[in-house]
């Protein structure tokens, strides 16, 4: 069974600083790996999307790894704004018969960026 | 494009008490539909997906279920609530790669 882990599981960092918030997911034979924002009592929204194939997508100041061998992927995110808070949370699908596909979530990386 | 809704926004109820909570999809059709639960310090816990009408899968064994009745309509549902079912419920439809995800309904149960 897939386990996803995210740390930190907090992180609170100064305006404009750069960070790199980690997930790291137990059976390496995935399709993708998928990073989402959460701001409180809100909806997930997903930030990038990273096939098996790919090693890195880059969405304005946001880049995203993935090392399939190692099961780890990282969300750098340059020059960190107030705005960034919110909670990051990085998932991967296992595909079912049923012609459908999971999702199994981190618990999430809660950040915060002081003015 | 592609709209998710999920009502009501924020729910109490008595341990006990019936629920019903819904998600309907708008420009799309024959979406993969799923329903997740967010309880504290628990993460995102899949609860019941949709591959078509009156198709349902359950992922964990609950006083929870859920039901399709229309194509992009999707409901979860419980006769008795417990103290345990309290959280944040999260409906999403999925395209091949991705999934979609609705505001949530949080649910308090007293």
């Known amino acids: 069974k897939q386990e996803v882990t995210q740390i930190p599981a907090a992180l609170s960092v100064p305006e404009g600083e750069n960070l790199v918030l980690n997930c790291s997911f137990t059976?390496?034979?995935?399709?993708?790996l998928q990073w989402f924002r959460q701001d409180p009592g809100k909806g997930l929204t997903s930030l990038l999307l990273?096939?098996?194939?790919?090693r890195e997508q880059t969405s304005g100041r946001l880049n995203a790894s993935l090392d399939k061998s190692s099961g780890r992927s990282t969300l750098y995110i340059a020059a960190s704004q107030p705005g960034d808070s919110a909670t990051y949370l990085c998932a991967v699908p296992s595909y079912s018969g049923a012609g459908s596909y999971q999702l199994t979530f981190g618990k999430g990386t809660k950040l915060s960026v002081i003015p | 494009s592609q709209t998710i809704h999920q009502w009501p926004a924020t729910l109490v109820q008595p341990v006990g008490s019936p629920l019903s909570l819904e998600c309907t999809v708008e420009g799309t059709s024959n979406p993969n539909l799923y329903w997740y639960r967010q309880a504290a310090g628990r993460g995102l816990q899949l609860l019941f997906y949709s591959v078509g009408i009156g198709q349902i899968s359950s992922e964990v064994p609950q006083n929870l279920s859920a039901s399709r009745p229309q194509d992009r309509q999707f409901i979860l549902s419980s006769k008795k609530l417990l103290l345990s079912d309290s959280g944040f419920y999260l409906c999403?439809?999925?395209?091949?790669?991705?999934?979609?995800f609705g505001p949530g309904t949080r649910l308090t149960v007293l």
């Open positions: 059976d390496s034979a995935i399709y993708n």
């Open positions: 999403a439809w999925s395209t091949s790669d991705t999934q979609y």
């Open positions: 990273i096939q098996s194939s790919q």
